[in-house]
């Protein structure tokens, strides 16, 4: 049997069980609350198939404006078609193991993750352990952003990281950060101050709430986390009903920069960013999501930088609840 139909039958077989869990057909209907819409008691963990794809996005991207959510969620309902494209396929994990205490002071759980390549000459590690979402974040910047490359990789502590290796093909808006829930939320927590370094969920859940988050505090002033519940209610995925599902969008901006051509001369303006939007289940938790990354073209700073697209496409294997 090969990948593709065991990952059918492993996929309807979990969603079978979410399915129950969001609706109990023999019993009332489980309301949808912050409590339960992402569990997160310690030993919980889920499985996801995950196809990541590299575009050269080439000529056409730029300008300086930030695309309203309407339109990136628009977006997100077809592929970041580009060429020449490399795909990748993974099999992505997250799991809930035991408490951490952040250099900030923030007592937090550990959201594990991990990541392997289906095929076994992929270019990444073979069962790799995800790094934490804060560091994660450095990378992001210092590939999107050149200008304040040389500070975000002295945060790291690795000054002599190449362009190519500043990212990996992991999500950004589940799993990677020092996790906590709390009654207004979910939160990542980072090592830098004991402030939220990261929103999943904030709010009501009720379509149309929004929040915003100020990213990468004391290392810029631009970058900026938004997020609004897009949907809330019934929803088919991958083939499968979900009686109660609610839809989430988040956009990443990473601020502009200054393009230039290949003689390094003044071209214009490019805005770099990051958006998505994950289903959650209660009960069960992130069932599906797909991102596009849209990352910055040559500058001052780095000339030889090629604009560069990031997709994600993500869907639930299993989940496993410990019991009570």
């Given amino acids: 049997?090969?990948?593709?139909?065991?990952t059918v039958m492993l996929l309807a077989s979990a969603l079978l069980v979410a399915v129950s869990a969001c609706r109990d057909d023999d019993g009332p209907r489980v309301r949808t609350t912050m409590a339960n819409i992402w569990p997160h008691a310690d030993g919980?963990?889920?499985?996801?198939?995950?196809?990541?794809?590299?575009?050269?996005?080439?000529?056409?991207?730029?300008?300086?404006?930030?695309?309203?959510?309407?339109?990136?969620h628009a977006a997100l309902q077809k592929p970041l078609a580009r060429t020449p494209a490399v795909p990748e396929a993974f099999i992505y994990g997250m799991a809930f193991d035991g408490m951490v205490t952040t250099a900030a002071g923030v007592e937090a759980q550990r959201l594990v993750e991990t990541l392997e390549p289906?095929?076994?000459?992929?270019?990444?590690?073979?069962?790799?352990?995800?790094?934490?979402?804060?560091?994660?974040?450095?990378?992001?910047?210092?590939?999107?952003?050149?200008?304040?490359?040389?500070?975000?990789?002295?945060?790291?502590?690795?000054?002599?990281?190449?362009?190519?290796?500043?990212?990996?093909?992991?999500?950004?808006?589940?799993?990677?950060?020092?996790?906590?829930?709390?009654?207004?939320?979910y939160y990542g927590y980072g090592d830098l101050h004991a402030d939220h370094s990261?929103?999943?969920?904030?709010?009501?859940?009720?379509?149309?709430?929004?929040?915003?988050?100020?990213?990468?505090?004391?290392?810029?002033?631009?970058?900026?986390?938004y997020g609004r519940t897009w949907s809330v209610g019934g929803r088919r995925i991958d083939g499968v009903?979900?009686?109660?599902?609610?839809?989430?969008?988040?956009?990443?901006?990473?601020?502009?920069?200054?393009?230039?051509?290949?003689?390094?001369?003044?071209?214009?303006?490019?805005?770099?960013?990051?958006?998505?939007?994950?289903?959650?289940?209660?009960?069960?938790?992130?069932?599906a999501g797909r991102e596009h990354h849209v990352l910055g073209?040559?500058?001052?700073?780095?000339?030889?930088?090629?604009?560069?697209?990031l997709e994600f496409d993500y869907h639930l294997l299993e989940v496993v609840l410990p019991q009570d």
């Fill in 44 to 72: 919980t963990s889920w499985t996801y198939e995950m196809d990541y794809t590299e575009y050269m996005l080439g000529d056409g991207w730029g300008g300086d404006e930030l695309p309203s959510m309407e339109s990136l």
């Fill in 118 to 185: 289906v095929a076994s000459d992929s270019r990444f590690d073979t069962g790799s352990v995800v790094e934490p979402g804060s560091r994660r974040l450095l990378r992001l910047i210092a590939r999107a952003r050149p200008d304040l490359r040389a500070a975000a990789l002295e945060i790291l502590g690795d000054e002599a990281l190449s362009v190519k290796s500043m990212f990996s093909p992991f999500p950004v808006f589940i799993g990677g950060n020092n996790f906590a829930y709390e009654d207004s939320g």
């Fill in 241 to 287: 009903w979900f009686s109660d599902i609610v839809e989430y969008m988040y956009v990443v901006d990473l601020g502009v920069q200054q393009v230039v051509n290949e003689e390094g001369e003044p071209m214009g303006t490019f805005r770099s960013y990051v958006y998505g939007n994950v289903f959650y289940c209660p009960e069960v938790g992130p069932v």
């Fill in 1 to 6: 049997m090969n990948y593709r139909n065991l």
């Fill in 198 to 225: 990261w929103i999943y969920l904030e709010g009501g859940l009720r379509a149309g709430e929004e929040f915003k988050l100020q990213l990468a505090r004391g290392l810029a002033n631009d970058i900026w986390l």
């Fill in 297 to 309: 073209i040559r500058t001052a700073y780095d000339p030889e930088l090629e604009s560069l697209g």
